[in-house]
């Protein structure tokens, strides 16, 4: 990790606050393509996940949007409380689990809430080249909630994007299915809370799996950790047995015992963790595998176990 200046920190809606990033001597900064994030260790020593929301092209600076979550673990009240302009910030080289793959007719956004981060720099970068068509469809609670929405609505993004207020309730939630109804070629990109992204991934059920791709920094699983119930997980190779506590991953339970997996976005959506299940029924959460997948994979990050013990194969 390198440590970077904060040149900007403004806030853009109600809650959320744009961070710019530069190198203290005036370098460029490592390149980085669209959908990419950054890891930033905030002030108070937590690291945390924040997407690039800017053009790919400005290597002189990074731009993030971090939504200051009263309920959370302090990381994003610690950045925005805590840091000044001015201030040094260890930031990690970009990482990318969300990009622009394949070669689709046309690219459909699906944002939601603060979501709009990775898929802004998507935009900024289409617009810049001149690349595939788009069509963004943003939904927010409320205008004042809303990041980027004066840029968003600017006169040229008419036609390629579509915000949408749903003032809090179910009734107004803007449908989809018109959107996704018929593949006709698209890639769909979605990043957004949990329940926007599973409904997405109820109603492209007969897109190709690799044409539907998800993301989300946040952490959040179906179900509660006050629903989890303790197991065990089994390594074919070794035959060591670790315990799973509720509460933990099965991710954290073999980290603690010394066990390397990889992993990136620990919410179930970067596909970064995926690893094979040989016995046991999984409790799958993730938004990642296909119904095939499921029979003989698990995400460790956020998936648990529905029997006593799950028979895991790692590729150490």
Known sequence: MSELLVSALDAIADGIYRIELVDPNGDDLPEFAPG?????????????HYSLCNDPDEQERYVIAVKREEEGTGGSRSLIDETRVGDHLKVSAPRNDFELTGNPARYIFIAGGIGITPILSM??????????????????????????????????YRGKVVIHHDHGDPDNAYDLWPVLEQPKGAHIYCCGPRGLMEAVRDMTGHWT???????????????????????????????????????????????????????????????????RLLEGEAEHRDLVLSEAERQNHIMVCVSRARSKELVIDLAE
Do not use: W
């Open 36 to 48: 990419a994030h950054v890891r930033i260790e905030t002030p108070s020593g937590q690291m945390r």
């Open 123 to 156: 935009i900024h970068h289409l617009q810049a080249t001149g690349g595939k068509p788009f069509k963004l469809y943003y939904l927010t609670r409320e205008p004042s909630q809303t990041a980027f929405l004066e840029e968003l609505s600017a006169p040229e």
């Open 209 to 275: 799996p690799s044409s539907v791709h998800f993301e989300d920094f946040g952490g959040s699983q179906t179900a509660s950790t006050v629903e989890d119930t303790p197991f065990t997980v089994r390594l074919h190779k070794t035959g060591e047995a670790i315990p799973v506590p509720a509460g933990v991953s099965i991710l954290e339970a073999l980290r603690v015992n010394g066990h390397h997996v990889p992993y990136s976005c620990e919410s179930g959506t970067c596909g970064s963790c995926r690893t």
